[in-house]
């Protein structure tokens, strides 16, 4: 019975699965080159203008009212590398980590961010 659906499920594969690439031609090849050329392109123009977000985040992890979500990311940072540090780290059965620290700080600068950031797009 085992085998039969086996079987079964390995014909149903075979049918949906294509089992032979199709070769690209040159003039598709080239059309391919001329597009990722084009793209990197835009890469570089954009590259020259600052993006808002990265401002704004930083203004923001400045303000008081962020210093303390801030302030504790760093030491779960600091405390967690120095941890790593220390022999027999690997067979530790609890290794603390500071996702939950990072998710606080992330919330408060998102909703400091937010409100001023939609104002900077076009």
Do not use: I
């Not at 210093?67 to 941890?83: D, F, M, N, S």
């Not at 919330?107 to 939609?118: I, T, W």
Request: glycine share 2%; charged share 45%; net charge negative.
């Amino acid at each position: 019975m085992f085998k039969f659906v086996q079987e079964a499920l390995e014909e149903v594969a075979e049918a949906f699965v294509p089992t032979v690439a199709r070769a690209e031609s040159e003039e598709e090849e080239a059309e391919e080159e001329e597009d990722d050329e084009d793209e990197e392109d835009e890469d570089e123009e954009e590259e020259g203008s600052a993006d808002p977000l990265d401002k704004l985040r930083e203004e923001c992890s400045n303000k008081a009212e962020l210093k303390p979500y801030v302030h504790h990311y760093a030491e779960c940072v600091e405390r967690v590398t120095k941890e790593m540090e220390e022999e027999g780290y690997e067979n530790k059965d609890y290794k603390e980590d500071c996702v939950e620290e990072f998710f606080h700080l992330q919330h408060h600068l998102n909703d400091c961010v937010a409100p001023r950031l939609f104002y900077k797009l076009k």
